[in-house]
């Protein structure tokens, strides 16, 4: 019997694993792949992150996880008719498998244990505690608990099965190139023009390769997009492709007006993604830190009471919940396609 099982070893749910075990308590994080695992992600990490790494861990994020150029200069974002906005604030450049790996290795020299290659397929409260069915390469079997945190994402199968219903996703590509380009590498550049996506198109560096990417909802068109994008950055920025390296395609959460977040029931505890949390740009970082704490703590603080537990913990989300809104309706200003978030 654990007290906790958390399930994904990404910010939110090595962060909850971490203080959990760090505070006594036994704790279970199991990871569906093997770590490090690679992570479609612009790995830009921004202040709040930066801060709140410090504050969980005890210390900066290491050099280990970065590449170059390692320091990020904030956010450049070009609105739907053309505008463009310089957000400055310092941040950090990290590809997210070794990032990850390093949150995850601190949980367990906190004294969780941790699993990789298992995954969690299923789960029912029963008798005061959680049973959660895991599968590896060898075998499925079952593991109880007295909490389960679920921080696997807006992919989580057991989210899925707990609630009956899939979520609101975007469809996500990009590429990875060798080439050049006339923008400067220490920012994150998105364009919000509805010729270009059907959410943004986004440009960052990642140790002197170029990523483009177009997110939409409809995956018939992400050449279409994909090809205009290519078009409007070699027109407007000079970019010169000499090679193709890697592509990437996978799902982000879409958040909706009111920006609802679901914390989800009885012994079960969602964070980050898997409970709605994502900021503009896709930026999940800093919510999935926060959320994975408050979960967390709020166990830690009602742990023989899940009802009073679950309703600590959504008041201790409440400021990130709101901190959310606020980023939404910031750029529901800019571009058509965020005009509902203004609700």
């Known amino acids: 019997m654990f007290d906790v099982i958390v399930v994904g070893a990404g910010p939110a749910g090595s962060t909850a694993a971490k203080t959990l075990a760090e505070r006594g308590r036994k704790v279970?994080?199991?990871?569906?792949?093997?770590?490090?695992?690679?992570?479609?992600?612009?790995?830009?990490?921004?202040?709040?992150?930066?801060?709140?790494?410090?504050r969980y861990y005890g210390e900066p994020v290491p050099r280990s996880t970065m590449c170059t150029p390692t320091e990020n200069r904030g956010v450049i974002l070009t609105d739907d008719r053309g505008n463009r906005f310089r957000f400055e604030q310092s941040g950090r450049n990290v590809w997210r498998?070794?990032?990850?790996?390093?949150?995850?290795?601190?949980?367990?020299?906190?004294?969780?244990?941790?699993?990789?290659?298992?995954?969690?397929?299923?789960?029912?409260?029963?008798?005061?505690?959680?049973?959660?069915?895991?599968k590896n390469r060898e075998r499925v079997y079952v593991e109880q608990a007295r909490y389960l945190i679920d921080g696997a994402g807006v992919t989580s199968t057991l989210k899925r099965k707990l609630t009956g219903k899939a979520p609101e996703h975007i469809i996500m590509y990009q590429?990875?190139?060798?080439?050049?380009?006339?923008?400067?590498?220490?920012?994150?550049?998105?364009?919000?023009?509805?010729?270009?996506?059907?959410?943004?198109?986004?440009?960052?560096?990642?140790?002197?390769?170029?990523?483009?990417?177009?997110?939409?909802?409809?995956?018939?068109?992400?050449?279409?997009y994909f090809t205009r994008?290519?078009?409007?950055?070699?027109?407007?920025?000079?970019?010169?492709?000499?090679?193709?390296?890697?592509?990437?395609r996978w799902l982000l959460h879409r958040a909706r007006p009111g920006c609802a977040i679901d914390p989800g029931m009885g012994r079960v505890l969602f964070?980050?993604?898997?409970?709605?949390?994502?900021?503009?740009?896709?930026?999940?970082?800093?919510?999935?830190?926060?959320?994975?704490?408050?979960?967390?703590?709020?166990?830690?603080?009602c742990f023989d009471d899940p009802q009073r537990a679950l309703s600590a913990y959504e008041t201790g989300i409440k400021p990130l919940q709101d901190y959310m809104k606020r980023q939404w309706h910031l750029v529901s200003g800019m571009s058509e396609a965020f005009r509902e978030m203004k609700r």
């Open 229 to 248: 994008f290519l078009a409007y950055m070699q027109k407007k920025h000079g970019l010169r492709i000499e090679r193709e390296l890697k592509q990437d």
């Open 97 to 134: 498998s070794a990032f990850d790996k390093w949150l995850a290795d601190k949980a367990a020299a906190a004294g969780a244990e941790v699993r990789e290659e298992t995954a969690a397929i299923a789960c029912e409260e029963e008798g005061g505690a959680v049973a959660v069915t895991l």
């Open 271 to 301: 964070a980050g993604e898997t409970a709605g949390f994502l900021n503009p740009m896709g930026e999940g970082v800093s919510s999935a830190l926060e959320s994975g704490h408050q979960a967390a703590m709020a166990i830690l603080g």
């Open 175 to 224: 590429t990875y190139n060798r080439g050049t380009i006339d923008l400067d590498p220490h920012f994150f550049y998105a364009w919000l023009q509805p010729d270009l996506s059907q959410y943004d198109a986004w440009f960052n560096v990642k140790d002197g390769q170029l990523v483009l990417g177009v997110s939409v909802r409809d995956n018939e068109r992400i050449d279409e």
């Open 28 to 54: 279970l994080l199991a990871e569906r792949f093997k770590m490090p695992r690679y992570k479609s992600c612009s790995g830009q990490l921004i202040q709040r992150t930066l801060d709140l790494v410090e």
